[in-house]
Nanobody, 124 residues
Framework: QVQLVESGGGLVQAGGSLRLSCVASGRTFSIYSMGWFRRAPGKEREFVASISGSGSRTDYADSVKGRFTISRDNAKNTVYLQMASLEPEDTAVYYC?????????????????WGQGTQVTVSS
């Protein structure tokens, strides 16, 4: 059974930084792409970033490109989202996500496995 557990959220002032972590368990971590999504109050969940199993390829939403960095440590079964220059518009619950099957692509549509989410609040 695949489990994803996020941590690292919190309250930060605009312009600040946070690093989110997601620890995965239940299967071989390194062969699956991983992604981060977020849901802001009153909005639908949206794609933020994704990374291939090896970590060699990444993809970002335009809204976070240049500010957020996704990375992974396969030895620790962990994917990270380093967030910098945070804006109030980044306030949301952030979710870790992965697909059911290995794939060579980096989909922007969430797969079947989701974490419980971690709240990020950016004050102005």
């Amino acid at each position: 059974q695949v489990q994803l557990v996020e941590s690292g959220g919190g309250l930060v002032q605009a312009g600040g930084s946070l690093r989110l972590s997601c620890v995965a368990s239940g299967r071989t971590f390194s062969i699956y792409s991983m992604g981060w999504f977020r849901r802001a109050p009153g909005k639908e969940r949206e794609f933020v970033a994704s990374i291939s199993g090896s970590g060699s390829r990444t993809d970002y939403a335009d809204s976070v490109k240049g500010r957020f960095t996704i990375s992974r440590d396969n030895a620790k079964n962990t994917v990270y989202l380093q967030m910098a220059s945070l804006e109030p518009e980044d306030t949301a619950v952030y979710y870790c996500n992965t697909q059911r099957f290995p794939s060579g692509s980096l989909p922007r549509v969430g797969g079947v496995y989701w974490g419980q989410g971690t709240q990020v609040t950016v004050s102005s």
